[in-house]
Structures are given as C-alpha cells and as structure tokens.
C-alpha cells in the first residue's frame, strides 16, 4: 500500500526557515518523480517544485524560486523541501505527491504558518 508521511511543518516568524519530510512505501521510489505542492485557504493547491527519480531536473514553481531547495535520498526513500526566507504568503499545507499510471498519491500534508 503506498504511504507518503510529510512531517516538519509548523509556525516559523518571515524571514525563517523549515525542512519538511516525506517518508514513502509501498511502492518503488526511485522509479517516480516527486512533487510537493501546496494549499492556501480559500486557494487551489499548487504545484512548488518537484524533482526527477534521479535528482537531475529540479523545477520550482515562480515565486519560491531562490528560496526552496527540493532534494531526495532513494536509498531512504524520502524527498524532502528545503524552505528558506520563509514570507507570510508561503503559509499553507503542504503536501507530498507522486503520479502512476496517471493516478495520483497524496500524503496526509503538513501545515506551515508564517507569521509577519
């Protein structure tokens, strides 16, 4: 059974920084690019970066470009996102995503408010 586990949100002040997790299993992780995307309130969730299986292409959606660093270790299976210069309007959840066979697998997500 696939399971993707974000951990690392939380309430950091503008300017912070924070590290979010994902753990994944149940299926073969090196095989899939992995994505983090985000969810705003009253707003629709939004692609942030994502990274290929072999970590050769990173993307990173406009406006955290500079600031977020997305990495993985295959080995541990776990893709992680480096936030840095954190701003107020960076508050979201945040979710861990994969796609196979055009199915999509979403973690539970993990909440992170940035206070001016």
């Known amino acids: 059974q696939v399971q993707l586990v974000e951990s690392g949100g939380g309430l950091v002040q503008a300017g912070g920084s924070l590290r979010l997790s994902c753990a994944a299993s149940?299926?073969?992780?090196?095989?899939?690019?992995m994505n983090w995307y985000r969810q705003a309130p009253g707003k629709e969730r939004e692609l942030v970066a994502s990274?290929?299986?072999?970590?050769?292409?990173?993307q990173y959606t406009d406006s955290v470009k500079g600031r977020f660093t997305i990495s993985r270790d295959n080995a541990k299976s776990t893709v992680s996102l480096q936030m840095s210069s954190l701003k107020p309007e960076d508050t979201a959840v945040y979710y861990c995503n994969f796609y196979r066979n055009s199915v999509s697998h979403w973690g539970q997500g993990t909440q992170v408010t940035v206070s001016s």
């Open positions: 149940g299926f073969t992780f090196s095989f899939y690019t």
């Open positions: 990274i290929t299986s072999s970590s050769l292409i990173t």
